[in-house]
């Protein structure tokens, strides 16, 4: 219209009350605290399964899955856990952060649990300088996700990525009492807007109704 190409905007001539719009269902939704409670107890029958070790770790940490892929025995000191590589999409060894954030590169204290599941893998896999590295092959993110699928499936759960762990843990870690700058801390982020788009309600439907009814 501008160049005088056409004499009038046509798209003004369109009557859109004619059309029906649905918003988009775009929400994150982790697993809640029941959810991953429920996973890691059946999980947990399966000590000797080395991708069933590798979900309950992750649900542990606050990881990105290719942090969790670069881990070395020797990123362990004490009761903590130095996150300082990643293994990317084409299963190569980055040293460095996703990001190349100095935040990214982070000590994460452990569990106890996470120290159990540990000595579990270590079991699994003594030879290998890396956690998570068999055989000189990386933990596929593929299988990661298809062992966490068919553990949601036999417990009726809907199933969520291994991203969505990292949303879990972060916002389960938030909800009993973790501040926001703790918090963005361990899940390595460069400022706190990107760690509180992490926090979601993971409390059950009963939880919130109760808390409704206090």
Not at 40 to 57: G, R
Not at 91 to 120: F, S, Y
Request: hydrophobic share 35%.
């Amino acid at each position: 219209v501008e160049k005088e190409i056409l004499s009038c905007n046509c798209l003004r001539d369109i009557n859109y009350k004619q059309f029906s719009y649905k918003a988009e269902d775009t929400e994150t939704r982790p697993y809640t605290e029941e959810e991953r409670q429920r996973i890691i107890e059946h999980l947990s029958k399966k000590p000797d399964d080395f991708y069933s070790l590798a979900i309950l770790l992750d649900f542990h940490l606050v990881l990105r899955i290719g942090e969790l892929k670069g881990l070395k025995w020797s990123d362990i000191a004490g009761n903590s856990i130095h996150i300082q590589r990643f293994v990317n999409d084409k299963n190569k060894i980055i040293e460095d952060i996703k990001g190349h954030a100095r935040e990214g590169r982070r000590i994460m204290p452990l569990t106890a649990t996470a120290q159990m599941v540990l000595q579990r893998l270590k079991a699994l896999n003594p030879d290998s300088e890396y956690i998570l590295i068999r055989n000189g092959q990386p933990l596929s993110t593929c299988t990661f996700n298809r062992h966490l699928k068919k553990c949601c499936e036999e417990l009726g759960i809907e199933y969520r990525s291994s991203h969505k762990l990292r949303f879990s843990t972060a916002s389960i870690m938030y909800k009993n009492g973790l501040p926001l700058p703790a918090l963005q801390k361990y899940l390595g982020h460069s400022n706190l807007s990107m760690t509180q788009h992490y926090i979601r309600d993971v409390a059950s439907e009963e939880e919130n109704a109760e808390k409704m009814r206090e």
